[in-house]
């Protein structure tokens, strides 16, 4: 994981949805685009928490079948898993694939894995697997996950430090994602220092027409009025 994320920067983007991300993005690369976000919807273990910010820490879980090799071999997979997210520095989710045939049979995610990986630093997990124990897991970790389910099943880490798919996002280990419960979106290798500035301009751009849309006078020719002061703003 070579990329930093300055802390001011780490602030802006935390202090907005990935709507507002994607937004940006497409203002700073000039286009419009179908990629590179989350295609399908997640859930969202809570809808108030802000946005994770960080670099990628990817694995990949099966739950519907036990795993295929030997029991002390899979204890250190999942030790040597622990200590690949333990490292880096502050700002690191998780991003997990579940590649079974049956995705979210088994939870990866509950109480004891949420206190585990919010104990080594990280800010939440994206995964299209399942998650459990919703009422007991701890406070400020975030999980948008693909189901919510009863049982961890057969559920085991495969590999991890890989390239994975989850939700139509291709997600590579490294990458900085900006996610919460409306899904995720990667930011590409050099832009995140121009977010703040394409945060402020498209915030600018839709005050003209929120402002006018909820004002008692409204009517077609305020909404022509305000269409014509956005785009003005540069």
Known sequence: MNRELDPKVFAALRAVDTPTICNAIEAIEGRRRADGFTQSP???????????????????????????????????????????????????????????????????????????????????????????DLGAIDAGFQLLAGSVGPSH??????????????????????????????????????????????IDLVTRKEQPLLKAARAPDFNIDKLLSAWGEAEDVH
């Open 42 to 132: 997640v859930v969202c273990a809570d809808v108030n928490l802000p946005a994770m910010v960080g670099f990628a820490k990817t694995a990949v879980i099966r739950s519907e079948a036990p795993a295929s090799r030997p029991a002390a071999e899979m204890r250190d997979i999942r030790l040597n898993y622990y200590r690949y997210v333990a490292a880096g520095g502050p700002h690191r989710l998780v991003v997990i694939e579940d590649r079974g045939g049956r995705k979210g049979v088994g939870a990866f995610w509950g109480e004891v894995n949420v206190a585990l990986h919010k104990g080594l630093g990280l800010q939440g997990v994206l995964t299209d697997g399942s998650i459990r």
């Open 153 to 198: 099943a057969f559920v085991h880490v495969a590999e991890f430090d890989t390239p994975v798919t989850v939700f139509g996002l291709l997600v590579k280990p490294g990458d900085l994602i900006h996610a919460d419960r409306h899904g995720a979106v990667v930011i590409e290798p050099g832009i995140e220092k121009d977010l703040p500035r394409a």
